[in-house]
C-alpha cells in the first residue's frame, strides 16, 4: 500500500562476513578453502578428485539422514523391511547388515560370467562390469543372497538382469536351487527386460524387536 515501508532485502540479516545471505548459511568460503589450490597439486586432476569424492561425501551424509528417518517411520509401524540392492559391483558388510532378513529383498543378479566373457562387448567394458565398480554376477549374487535371507524374509526378487548376458532361466534355476538347499520358504520372482514383475504382497510374518542396524556407513569403494 501507498506510505508502507519497502523491506530492503538487499543486506544479508545472517550472521557472518560473506557478502550475502546465501554465502553465509552455506559457509562457502569455508566450503571452497577445503580443496588444494593449484600451488599444491600434484597433478591437475587433484581438483576434480577431491570435488567430486567431498560431493559424494555429502551425499552419503543426506542418504543417512534419510535413512534415519526411514527407519523411525518404519519403527512406529509394524517394522516391515524391504531392500532393494542394484549397481552394486561387490557386496560389503554394510549391505549384508542393511539387508540381511528384510521382509522382501530386491537384489541385483545382472550377468552370467561365461556369457559376459564370450559376448560381443567390447574387453573394457566387459572389465567394468566383472570390476567392484561394476554390476553382480549371478554367483556373487546369490552368496550374498543366502547369507541375507533370514527367517523373516517372504519375497525375493532378482533384478537388473543383463538383455545379452543373462538369462532369466539361468538365474531362476540358481535361485531355486538355493532355496532347495537351505530349506527358505518364500516367495521367488525374476524381472524381466520389458514385462512388469506383478505385485507383490510384503508384510510382517512375526514382530520385530530391531530393524535397521545403526552407525554402519556402506562403503564408497
Given amino acids: 500500500m501507498a506510505g508502507d515501508a519497502v523491506e530492503n532485502y538487499s543486506e544479508p540479516i545472517l550472521e ?3 557478502p550475502s545471505d546465501y554465502e553465509r548459511y552455506l559457509n562457502t568460503e569455508e566450503l571452497l578453502a577445503l580443496q588444494k589450490g593449484p600451488g599444491e597439486w600434484v597433478h591437475r586432476d587433484e581438483l576434480l578428485f577431491q570435488v567430486t569424492h567431498q ?6 551424509k543426506h542418504a543417512c539422514a534419510e ?30 547388515q ?6 522382501g529383498l530386491f537384489f541385483e543378479a545382472n550377468h552370467d560370467v561365461d ?4 559376448g560381443t562387448y567390447p574387453w573394457s567394458l566387459k572389465r567394468r562390469i566383472m570390476s567392484r565398480f561394476g554390476h553382480l554376477s549371478n554367483d556373487d549374487a546369490l552368496r550374498a543372497v ?11 526378487c532378482l533384478i537388473h538382469l543383463s ?6 532361466s539361468i538365474v531362476r534355476d540358481m535361485a531355486t536351487r538355493l532355496l532347495a538347499r537351505t530349506g527358505a520358504q518364500l516367495e521367488l520372482g525374476i524381472a524381466k ?29
Avoid: Y
Avoid at 542393511?98 to 521382509?103: A, F, I, K, Q, Y
Avoid at 556369457?115 to 564370450?118: A, S, T, V, Y
Fill in 98 to 103: 542393511h539387508l540381511s532378513n528384510c521382509d
Fill in 163 to 168: 538383455q545379452k548376458n543373462n538369462h532369466e
Fill in 146 to 156: 543366502q547369507r541375507m535371507i533370514g527367517a523373516d524374509t517372504k519375497t525375493l
Fill in 55 to 60: 560431493s559424494s561425501e555429502l551425499w552419503l
Fill in 193 to 221: 527386460q520389458f514385462e512388469p514383475t506383478g505385485a507383490f504382497k510384503i508384510a510382517r510374518r512375526s514382530p520385530r524387536a530391531s530393524v535397521v542396524p545403526r552407525g554402519v556407513q556402506m562403503a564408497l569403494f
Fill in 16 to 18: 557472518g562476513a560473506a
Fill in 115 to 118: 556369457m559376459l566373457r564370450m
Fill in 67 to 96: 535413512v534415519e528417518e526411514a527407519t523411525r517411520l518404519i519403527e512406529a509401524r509394524d517394522g516391515t523391511r524391504v531392500g532393494l540392492a542394484s549397481d552394486l559391483g561387490h557386496v560389503d558388510l554394510g549391505v549384508l
